[in-house]
């Protein structure tokens, strides 16, 4: 069973930076790739970053390109989201999700994905 459970949210002033968690369970990591997507109230879910299996391959929404890293430790079976600079419009709930294909491609959509977590609430203040 494979489960996935992000951690790390929170509330912060605009400019202000939190590093997410997503900590797997049910297998082995480290030839998925993995991703992260965010919901804010009212809107549709949105993609914003993903790291591939291949070290060192990662894709970000262009929305928190230059603030957001994406970062994994195989051993550790995690992933992380490291924001910066953060913006009142990225108050959301974050998401982790990790397909059922191994050596797959980055995907965007959320139909690339098979796994979720439960999502962790993001806040940012004006």
């Known amino acids: 069973q494979v489960q996935l459970v992000e951690s790390g949210g929170g509330l912060v002033q605009a400019g202000g930076s939190l590093r997410l968690s997503c900590a797997a369970s049910g297998r082995t990591f480290s030839s998925y790739a993995m991703g992260w997507f965010r919901q804010a109230p009212g809107k549709e879910r949105e993609f914003v970053a993903a790291?591939?299996?291949?070290?060192?391959?990662?894709l970000y929404a262009n929305s928190v390109k230059g603030r957001f890293t994406i970062s994994r430790d195989n051993a550790k079976n995690t992933v992380y989201l490291r924001m910066n600079s953060l913006k009142p419009e990225d108050t959301a709930v974050y998401y982790c999700?990790?397909?059922?294909?191994?050596?797959?491609?980055?995907?965007?959509?959320?139909?690339?994905?098979?796994?979720w977590g439960q999502g962790t609430q993001v806040t940012v203040s004006s």
């Open positions: 999700a990790a397909p059922r294909t191994p050596l797959s491609a980055i995907g965007v959509s959320g139909e690339d994905y098979d796994y």
């Open positions: 790291s591939s299996w291949s070290p060192g391959t990662s």
